[in-house]
């Protein structure tokens, strides 16, 4: 769902919010025209017509009068932008009752989601449209950001503190989470998404303990969907290409150079490794960030990722 | 090098020029410490049982101490601006003198009360108090190191025979700094040692 | 003297790379730092370049995206810290306050080459620190910055420098102002460009000490674990973002009011009218300087402060948009059944006015609580400061280069070829930053080194307009280089301006003035004025 300019609202309150924007567009568009008119209307009109002789100029060098009018009239229209600017504000900070509360912690480079009912997710979070919804919102590591531009709202995560943020989203749809705030080399690739379901298939998925996929899914499947939610390919491509991590094409099998000189098989088992222990083996040239999965991805699903590995040739 | 030339040739405004420059270069001093002070405004604020038990860990008695030396040496150093006054160079450098040797004074009881709580296990990055407690006791004592060269500085000028009645800006900017260093100390004692 | 008389040569007649080292003359103070303030526009431009190079392709292109964080970290911190906030007040500032004044120097000629020694350090020890280059962007949030291995420290000690330098020549320029202005010269018959810079040195002397403090305890942190802003220990990160923009925001009104005071020089000269509203101008910018530090809460609106803490930076903030708005109103005015002709300076004055009317109102989005929720840390900022930052900034400090250029060199610029730059950079700067506005309220986030592909058209847009930019600039800047190998010679007051650095040769001498000028008027009598106002 994207916004063009100031539309596309997905909620009363971002409606709201581009009222706001739509009034100081207005202002400062008129302020901007009224001015700047006068600038090139002066600047060709009063331009210098015989050239080496000056046009007579009078003697004019200040209107006490302007200067009141010009500090007055701003004051009263930064005024009302503030106030405007502050209930707008003030209804966005202030929860509205029966809210369902949705845990966000952020850490390098994934939204870790866990709903009031123990179900975790990484980077994407699933609520029901129509009705409030409240982040709770933390970070491990440094500073983060949860920005949902259809929303119009951000804020920030900040390690040893809680923050929150509320939406009530009225229409079902995928919506774009963002990272604003700078948290290192993956910052522009930790990317969520909100997903507004209709009451009854959301009713539906918190029944069937979350997680699309039927019961007969191949492993394989299930492993590129895990892989796409638990953020892995933020950080590993599986064209071929290098990004913070070692991609994943070809790496089944293959014989991977690690640092401090060995060198390993990537196997089943290293694979595992890999997800659960990720610094216990690091390959050459690739930087020790990698976060672990140990408590995030059941045993199940690791699996799962290893079996879509062996896939990538 | 001779003296670069200046706007102004009469020496009263060329005296009044110095000291505005140095109650300007002071004024930047403030908003030095006044980060810190702020940041232990915050902190105290905020954690209040921790500065209570903390600040029984430091030694009252070489705090104290050094609080003596420090005001006795303003003593000193004003004595010192007001001997030059007078004309009375030797007896500048004499003040001067002793100002920079309590000054030495006061840094070695600092380093005795930093050892101390280095044995103790108190260091810098133990909790927020002592890297208060360090920053500013630090920051402080750089503060007197520096005041302890310019003074230093000022005795050689005297010796040279530049000051004199007629002239001795330097004796008395140098004077006006010490006695900053010495009311940041004035601060920095109850707000660390005494405010249960 | 006398050779600097006989030779015409002024100030620039002595040679030898020792009469620049040591030198104690506040004209060849200022144009060292013009140099080197300007070689590092040209780095920091250079970064901007490769930036927008790689943003031509939403995913990562031509190079990794650790080593695009670290070019937007460096073009950031080098343009603020070694060009914007030094070009005007240690370049410009440095040559023409005394003339303005009627003085031979300013107080303290040692002092003052010391602060450029300073700043020589301060960039040496930044330029060490690029042997582990950080990416933490300008702005050095912690956590992170106190955790990432790159050389923070060593950055800190050199911004620590930097900052040093700064507050010297702030210190400087106070005194000198108070102090060294030629007899008759009363407050009100000083340049505006003279309250500009006064102004601008108050919030100096004020702001950079808390920098210093903060680039301290970052150290501090890094190399001893004290406990400011590290949340294990109790903590608060966002008490650095206090202490940051605590200066941070102040030193944008030091960037803007020199540049303002140029303009403030270059529309009477050129429109041959006295400026309109003097008294208005001229308290404006101590009211800017006042403000300003009571702001600095706007920049971390969703860092979690209390709503009653955002409540009032939001309206504080409106505030100092008034006396800034009230300067655009006065220039204008100024105008005025003028008689207004265009050379580059001209040009360049009135590009300021409008570009910077663009990056002003565009403020009021992020003043208001609820629309800088939307777009804080997108897109939409970056273009809202490059629009006050270059397009007010740079913008003015061209046209204070175009109208000094005469009275530092001697020599005459190339009009045509200045014009013909002058277009360059007005479409390409336009071109280059307005759809960031769009991107911005379409939520692209600012410092992504990859982007989704809806933002795509923007991004191409932007790096064509860049383009333009660079071109205009490198246009600019070989007409520079033209003018000072042959240019015409210049008359002493090519533009017939009233100030008083037109009144010495056209090089002025070492001593600025064989006898300081008795002051008896205001320096905007231009046209048929009766005297100064009331």
Redesign the interface.
Known sequence: M?????FGAASDQAG??DG??VM?TV???F??FL??G??IY??VK???RLPGR??????????PL??FL??LI??IV??V??Y???R???D??IPVAGATEVYVNARQWMYEIKYPDGRTAINEIRVPAGRPVKFILSAS???H?F?L??F?????M????V?TLWVQPERPGSY?I????????????M?ARLIVMPQGDYAEWVEHGGGEGGEHEPLAVRGERVAKNAGCLSCHAVGG?E??GPGWKGLFGSNVPLEGGKTATADEEYLRESIVDPGAKVVKGFPNVMPTYKTTLSKEDIDAVVEYLKTLK | MSAPPSGHSDPRVAFETAKLGLWTFLATEVLLFGALFTAYTVFRVKYPALFQSEHLKLNRVLGTLNTVVLITSSLTVALGVEAIRRGKARLLEKYYGVTVLLGAVFLCVKYIEWTEEFHHGLYPGTNIFFSLYFMMTGLHGIHVLLGMGVLSYVIVLSRRGRLSEAWYTPAELSGLYWHFVDLVWIYLLPLLYLIG | MAEEIRSGRGYLAERGWRSWAYTMDHKRIGVMYLYTTIAFFFVGGIFALLLRLELLSPQ?MYFS??TY?VFFTLHGAMMIFLFVIPAIPSGLGNFFIPLHIGARDVAFPRINLASYWVFVAGFLVVIGSLVSPM???WTF????SA??GAAVTTLSLGIFLIGMSSILTGLNFIVTIHKLRAPGMTWHRMPLFIWGMYATSIIQVVATPVVGVTFLLLAMERIFGVAFFD??KGG???LFQHFFWFYSHPVVYVMILPAMGIISEVIPVF??????????IAYSSLAIAFLGFLVWGHHMF???MS?LA??IF??MT??V??PT??K???W??T????????EAPMLYA?TF??LF??GG??G??L????????L???YFVVAHFHYTMMGGTVMGFFAGLHYWFPKMTGKMLNEKVARVAWALVFIGFNVAFFTMF?AG???M????????P?FHVENVISTIGAAILAAGIAVMFWNFLQGLRKGTPAPGNPWRALTLEWKTPPVPITENFHEIPVVTDWP?G?????G??A
Request: charged share 15%.
């Open positions: 994207d916004n063009i300019l100031a709201r919010v706001l924007f100081i202002i400062g568009g302020f901007f001015t700047q006068m600038l002066f600047a009063y331009r210098r000056d046009n007579e100029t009078p003697a004019i060098t200040g209107s302007l200067e010009w500090i701003p004051s930064v005024v932008i503030f405007y600017g502050w707008v504000y003030t966005q900070r590591d440094v500073l950001g920005y531009p259809d119009r709202v951000k804020m920030d900040i390690p040893g503190r923050t774009q963002y990272c604003t705030v700078y948290c290192g080399t993956g910052h522009s690739n990317l290409a990004k913070v | 990562a995206n650790h964080n990416d933490t962007g949030y912690t956590p992170y955790k990432t949340p294990a608060d990160p966002v429109s041959r009218k006295p400026i309109f509203g003097y008294n208005a969703t860092s979690a709503p955002n409540a939001s309206f409106f505030f948009a008034v708005a009230v655009v109103f006065n204008i005015a105008l005025y059944k003028g008689s207004i002709t265009f009135l006015i409008f009317a663009v109102l565009t009021p989005f003043g208001a609580l609820a629309t800088d929720v939307q804080h840390d997108t769009i309220v379409r939520g986030p600012r410092r992504y080194a990859e982007y989704l809806k905007y231009y046209g048929k004025v009766e100064p106002p």
